[in-house]
Each structure stands twice: as C-alpha cells, then as structure tokens.
C-alpha cells in the first residue's frame, strides 16, 4: 500500500467522505468484476453486479468508522467481503421470492403497532413484558425510535415493506432500484435493527 493511499485510508475512516469516496473510486470496479461471475445465469436477468455494488457502497459509508487496516488490498478485501455479504442476501430474498415462507414476511398488518410486533419477531426477540397490550405499545415506541436512526434508504425499506406491508415490486418501483437491490437494503436495514436493539431495548430476552 503506498503512503497516498494509506493517508487516504485514515482520513476515510475519521469521517472524510471524499477520501472515502476515491477509494471506492479506485477498488470499486475490480470488486464488481468479481461479484459479476457470482450472479449466474439462474437470477442474471433479476439481479446485476450494479445492484450489488449500489448498496455496497452504501454499506461502506456506514461501516467504514469500523474497518481496521490491514495491510495492502486490506480495503480491497474488506469491500469485496460486502459485497458478497449484499448478493447473498439479495439471493436468499428472491428464493423466498420463489419458495415464499408466509411465518417470515411481514403481511398487510392489522394497526401499527402489530406490524411493530410482527417486524421485532422477524427480528429474532421476544417481550418479557407480561400485558399483550403493553407489550404491544411497547415495541411500537422501541420500533419507531430506532427505525429513525437508519440510513434513509433503509428506513423507508422497512417503514414500505414491514410496517405497510407493500410487495417489494412497489417499493423496488418508489426507490428507482430493481427488487434485489431491495433485499439487500432490507437484509442489511434488519441487521442494524438488531444491533440498535440489541443494546438499547430492555426487555429482549
């Protein structure tokens, strides 16, 4: 790694978006060529190498405060290990798309505060609260409160698709993104959910 880009490296990771900004310029393209092959003809006509990398950019933005340098092709690695993480899930979501599992969607929710509940059982957590009722006001609050400190485009996936209840052809149609791109977004969207309420709800048991 020359010194150029080891300084571009710490100014990216203490919040420089501009450094951050060229390094993606620079690696991005290599990491899209590897993802390309991975795809496959099966979800080729679904799923291209630019939705992958849209929300790996993404996810760049938001991890990069995280990322430990490592050496030469360290960020190149890093980036290329989302990358693989966002077409994984975007896979997993268009085989459900395929094999549909009515236990893990969320449907057309009844009121709001359902579909809150039904959104923190996907999640994984349960209440210890004993009232049905206050349980249900409850994660309401906790769920509204934590879908605000999403990046926006992941707010708006979860708000469109586990608290409306909308297909992901709509929502993919609302954000000008194909509908892997939108199981990716969501995939990570749910990913932070847990890590937020992981450690700031008090009754996850």
Known sequence: MDDAEQEQLIKAVSGD????????????PSVRSAIGPAIGKQWSSVLDADDVMQVTYLEAFLQIDRFKPAGEGSFRAWLKRIADNNLRDAIKGLQRLKRPQPSRRVTVP??????????????????????????????QAVIEAT??????????VVRQCDLKGLPVSEVAAELGRSEAAVYMLRARAHEQLRRYLGSETRFID
């Open 110 to 139: 009844a009121n709001r505060a359902d579909s809150c509940v039904a959104l923190f059982e996907i999640l994984g957590y349960t209440s210890t609260t004993p009232s049905r009722d206050a349980m249900r006001r409850e994660v």
């Open 147 to 156: 879908i605000t400190k999403l990046a926006p485009d992941y707010e708006l």
């Open 17 to 28: 978006s501009d450094a951050l900004s060229d390094l993606l310029q620079k690696h991005g």
